[in-house]
């Protein structure tokens, strides 16, 4: 969720930031973004069963091998905070829980104005 709540505050969307935050395969994204985001979720899934073709998938979408590398940095830092967080028990802080439940406020109103369906909330935050 706390991901997700990054890109509202960078001026992100709030509809889109729901529907990411709800399901990022619904997203209308470009080939490059979905293929990443695929082998981003198997990294932090799945990483032993990352292979060479994953990489090469990477590259015929038109990623770097530098691009290739930072994704993975990126990955495997936001992986490393989430088990700490988590393995401690930390929570989230009340500020953050406003935060998105104000976002969701907006993006019911943006669903409602484009006479779409709210995305589901699969945090529970709403």
């Known amino acids: 969720m706390a991901h997700a709540e990054y890109l509202r505050q960078e001026g992100g969307d709030d509809l889109e930031v729901e529907r990411i935050k709800s399901d990022w395969r619904q997203m209308d994204l470009t080939e490059a973004e979905r293929v990443m985001l695929e082998w981003v979720e198997k990294l932090t899934i799945a990483p ?16 770097t091998d530098s691009d290739v590398l ?6 495997a830092y936001f992986n490393m905070r989430v088990r700490i967080v988590d393995g401690l ?3 989230v802080d ?9 976002g969701a406020e907006k993006a019911a109103k943006l669903a409602e104005e484009r006479g779409v369906e709210m995305p589901s909330d699969p945090w529970g935050v709403r």
Request: with cysteine; proline share 0%.
């Open 89 to 91: 028990g930390l929570e």
């Open 70 to 75: 930072d994704i993975a940095q990126v990955c």
């Open 94 to 102: 009340e500020w953050q829980i406003v935060r998105a439940k104000a």
């Open 48 to 63: 032993s069963t990352c292979v060479e073709a994953d990489i090469e998938a990477l590259r015929a979408v038109g990623w």
